[in-house]
């Protein structure tokens, strides 16, 4: 992997190599819930628990992440140009927060390896909190909301 030292704090996103911009995912999952997003009010953004078909909901990691775009065309690959239009991200998220001038969540792995992160990580997590969409169809969707995720 090539990552330079504290690059977050040191180079703006778009100069960030892509092993760098891959190092900022918490792998958190919230982005590959299925949301209804008010385009016009970015706060008014209704995330569901349930998730993209490739979503693993054990572990809420992507079960074909290399591949994912090829299985679900709308699968969005995050850049620093969409940014702007991304803000519907959780508040936790290290690209909306760098984004935004703010620096990484206090227990974003980066700044604490695997051990610290982990324990405050289960709150920010859609592991076990999620089921496929696989198993639901549009309308029974909609009566999904879930408010534990903030934007």
């Not at 008014?44 to 993209?52: I, N, P, S």
């Not at 959780?90 to 935004?100: D, F, V």
């Amino acid at each position: 992997m090539k990552m330079r030292p504290k690059f977050w704090e040191k180079y703006p996103l778009h100069e960030l190599f892509d092993d760098e911009w891959e190092a900022l995912c918490d792998g958190c999952g919230v982005c590959c819930l299925v949301k209804f997003l008010d385009d016009e009010q970015v706060q008014f953004t209704e995330y569901t628990d349930v998730a993209c078909q490739l979503l693993d909901c054990q572990t809420g990691q992507c079960s074909n992440y290399p591949n994912r775009q090829s299985v679900v065309p709308d699968c969005i690959r995050l850049t620093a140009d969409m940014l702007p239009q991304m803000l519907w991200l959780p508040r936790h998220c290290a690209y909306k927060r760098l984004y935004l001038g703010q620096k990484l969540p206090s227990w974003h792995r980066l700044l604490h390896g695997t051990t610290q992160h982990q324990a405050q990580f289960a709150k920010y997590s859609v592991a076990g909190r999620c089921v496929s969409e696989l198993e639901f169809d549009e309308a029974a969707i909609e009566e999904r909301v879930v408010r534990w995720v903030k934007i």
